[in-house]
Nanobody, 115 residues
Framework: VQLVESGGGVVQPGGSLRLSCVAS????????MSWVRQAPGMAPEWVSG????????YYADSVKGRFTISRDNAKNLVYLQMNSLKPEDTAMYLC?????????WGQGTQVTVSS
């Protein structure tokens, strides 16, 4: 199983970024997927999850209304569209397989929100 994230960077408050995660080594369409973030010195925070067929998605209260998760099962990709970014969104963002139980994680992509 391999999960590789991309799309992070430095953005000003109020800006947007779109993160991508490409999956391999398992049947992607059979698995729920999540995004998790971890700020320095903090515990990981589950951000969002999406079910197998994109019919259900869930968000942490801290990102609800600003972030949107989506997936493309034909391309083994899961995305996180992040709008109206705030400095407190600064963290390493990791893609993970699963929803309530996350059994594989990527290495992450850094998002820094700063003016």
């Amino acid at each position: 199983v391999q999960l590789v994230e991309s799309g992070g960077g430095v953005v000003q408050p109020g800006g947007s970024l779109r993160l991508s995660c490409v999956a391999s080594g398992f049947i992607f369409s059979d698995e729920r997927m999540s995004w998790v973030r971890q700020a320095p010195g903090m515990a990981p925070e589950w951000v969002s999850g999406i079910n197998r067929r994109s019919t259900s998605s869930y968000y942490a209260d801290s990102v609800k209304g600003r972030f949107t998760i989506s997936r493309d099962n034909a391309k083994n990709l899961v995305y996180l569209q992040m709008n109206s970014l705030k400095p407190e969104d600064t963290a390493m963002y990791l893609c993970a397989r699963g929803w309530t139980t996350l059994d594989y994680w990527g290495q992450g992509t850094q998002v820094t929100v700063s003016s």
